[in-house]
């Protein structure tokens, strides 16, 4: 029985909505429950999870409400959520709000120790902060993994008086939701390591590149932005919608996309952090990047670098994805294997049958088998055995997975999304493409695969950028691992 | 950007009559408009009337089992519905998933996908 007086918690986030979270709020609210809309906690196989004093339940649907409420709904019954296992195994720093906060509360968000990174950084200056963030050995979370604090200085030292800052929330990768969740249920954080960030390098205007797929994400931050102006300022920030082009996520091309031009790849030098939005300098990081900064001004750089492994500092927020029993967001240090994400953390499949495959890096990351998982989530033990840990988005595939369209799959990404500039990327993808199509078909394999290991070659080292540059590794993973789909012999 | 989002949320599509207006406005060639509205996905140039179903087709969405929905999706939404690919709404453990307008559906069935294009 749930006493009358209790407040029910319930996600605004997209994932909740999608899963029918605004029909369950409505049925607790019709049965005379005062309701708060809050951030997802990022159990999202749980969504809509409905959130009693700290006991949750899920997934929950409109009909479920009333046996809830009745205390009998043992069977979505999921216990104190912060006990969870899939919880309390995290170490949530930049997710540290999630499901406990109203997104767009200013009253949460200071009660929660908003706004103290700013103020600290104010207190310290350019200097100190730049020192502080490098220290921390915090590494660019959109793909590149480039030092934070490195980019930073480059830009401060700078040709002033106009410099940006730019946050990548075009979060094209599949698997990935972060930013989204981030954007959705958090958004002071990211407005707050945004003006950090214009604090530090001397830069009066901020922009949030944001990609149209994320409508709730819109709505948020600008209405986010209106709510804090007054605290931010002299910083103003502003959000720019983008256009269904995922090449813009790339930073020169999303730089052409901000200046209201084509979104093609400009080739680098000049780096954009000296010669960026309309010739000046310009710090572009990613959404989590930029979100992980309020946190590492509070508690100071070496306490960020006292989480992970090697050179991979501080926390990632993996993101388990597709047929994965228990999806959702699980931000850990670097250090985890691969496989105890899938399985011990994930519980492997969704639809039971075994894992077969998993792509982790968006469509530019290789396929990894689970041969491969004792691979710690680190930057360089991927590089090294060739794959991405990208956005860290984990895609899942059961046994019954079809590698060869996959591969195809890839290709065709490519060739839909190529910004066109660049010949080994545009016309390399669509022979790719042509070509995987004759060896599903069966004509003249092997010969065809060697076809396909020229042009990933050329892909690989003739491409202006990491959307023809990476194609490769999904497809000739793909190819490597499990040579049979493909029509050759097992090796 | 902001321009030519609002036309495409007023009319629908981005006309020729439009994008030679912009230009005039922007004091740039209509060729410089034209290759804007012509790189981006999420631009039309002619008008359509149909409802539209984005249904995500990306990794995550696939290894959910969004291809075996796109026999019957089509078969729903005949010429009336249109069915476009989009990669990825950023709802990739709740696949397979599709937006309308401003909103987003996730865990589609065979049944509940059918359903909600004959309903749009
Ligand atoms: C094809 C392509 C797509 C990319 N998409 C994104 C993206 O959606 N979000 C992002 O933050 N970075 C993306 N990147 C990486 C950016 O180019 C850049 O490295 C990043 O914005 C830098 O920020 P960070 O140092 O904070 O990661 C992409 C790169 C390529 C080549
Ligand atoms: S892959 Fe379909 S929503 Fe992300």
């Not at chain 2, 026999?71 to 990739?92: F, H, N, Q, S, W």
Request: charged share 20%; net charge negative; hydrophobic share 45%.
């Amino acid at each position: 029985m749930i006493d009358k007086n209790s407040v029910i918690c319930i996600s605004d986030d997209a994932a909740a909505l999608a899963c029918g979270a605004d029909d369950v709020a409505a049925a607790f609210e019709k049965a005379g429950f005062a309701v708060k809309r809050v951030s997802s906690w990022g159990m999202q196989w749980l969504e809509p999870m409905v959130d009693t004093g700290g006991i949750g339940y899920g997934p929950v649907a409109a009909d479920d409400v009333a046996e809830i409420i009745a205390g009998k709904a043992d069977r979505l019954y999921i216990g104190p959520i912060e006990e969870h296992p899939f919880i309390a195994r995290q170490q949530r720093l930049t997710f540290a709000r999630a499901g406990k906060t109203r997104p767009l509360s200013l009253s949460d968000y200071e009660a929660s120790g908003g706004w103290a990174g700013l103020i600290k950084a104010k207190q310290i200056g350019p200097d100190a902060i730049i020192e502080m963030l490098i220290d921390s050995g915090l590494r660019g979370r959109g793909g590149a993994g480039f030092p934070a604090g490195i980019k930073w200085r480059t830009v401060a030292g700078g040709d002033g008086p106009q410099k940006y800052i730019v946050c990548n929330a075009d979060e094209g990768d599949s698997a990935t939701f972060a930013d989204r969740m981030v954007m959705e249920g958090d958004p002071f954080m990211l407005i707050e390591g945004m003006a950090i960030a214009g604090h530090a390098v001397g830069a009066d205007k901020g922009f949030v590149y944001l990609r149209s797929e994320y409508p709730h994400a819109i709505v948020k931050m600008n209405a986010a932005i209106k709510a804090c102006a007054h605290l931010i300022a002299p910083f103003v920030m502003e959000v720019r919608v983008g256009a269904g082009a995922y090449v813009c996520g790339e930073e020169t091309s999303l730089l052409n996309s901000l200046e209201g031009k084509r979104g093609e790849v400009r080739a680098k030098p000049p780096l954009p952090a000296l010669e960026g939005l309309f010739g000046k300098p310009t710090v572009v990081n990613n959404v989590l990047t930029l979100a992980a900064v309020p946190w590492i001004m509070t508690q100071g750089g070496a306490a960020y670098a006292a989480y992970g492994m090697g050179r991979s500092k501080g926390t990632m927020p993996v993101q388990l994805a597709g047929n994965i029993k228990n999806g959702g967001l699980f931000e850990i240090a670097f250090g985890m294997t691969l496989g105890e994400l899938v399985n011990d953390i994930g519980g492997g499949t969704a639809s039971g049958r075994p894992v077969k495959a998993v792509q982790v890096g968006g469509p530019l990351g290789a396929y990894i088998a689970p041969d491969q998982f004792d691979l710690p989530f680190d930057y360089e033990a991927f590089t090294e055995a060739n794959a991405l840990i990208g956005h860290a988005g984990i895609t899942v595939f059961d046994d019954s997975a079809d590698m060869a369209a996959m591969a195809r799959f890839a290709m065709e990404f490519c060739a839909v999304e190529s910004c066109g500039k660049c010949t080994p990327c545009r016309l390399g993808s669509t022979r790719g493409m042509e070509t995987l199509d004759r060896i599903i078909a069966g004509e003249n394999i092997a010969e065809n695969i060697e076809l396909i290991r020229d042009l990933s070659e050329m892909m690989k080292y003739g491409s202006l950028c990491a959307l023809g540059g990476f194609t490769p590794y999904p497809v000739m993973s793909a190819i490597n691992h499990w040579p049979e789909e493909f029509g050759m012999p097992k090796p | 950007m902001p321009i030519l989002h609002d036309v495409q949320a007023e009319f629908g599509h981005i006309s020729e009559d439009a994008i030679r207006e912009i230009a005039g406005l922007l004091n740039l060639t209509r060729a410089e408009v034209y290759g804007v509205v012509s790189f981006y996905h999420d631009f039309r140039k002619e008008a359509e009337d149909r409802p539209a179903l984005k249904l995500c087709r990306a990794e995550a969405c696939k290894a959910r089992g969004v291809e075996q929905l796109v026999g019957v999706m089509e078969t729903a939404a005949g010429d009336r519905v249109k069915i476009e690919p989009v990669y990825c709404l950023g709802l990739c453990s709740v696949g397979p998933a599709a937006m309308v307008g401003g909103k987003v559906y996730a865990r589609l069935t065979k049944e509940k996908a059918a359903k909600l294009v004959a309903e749009l």
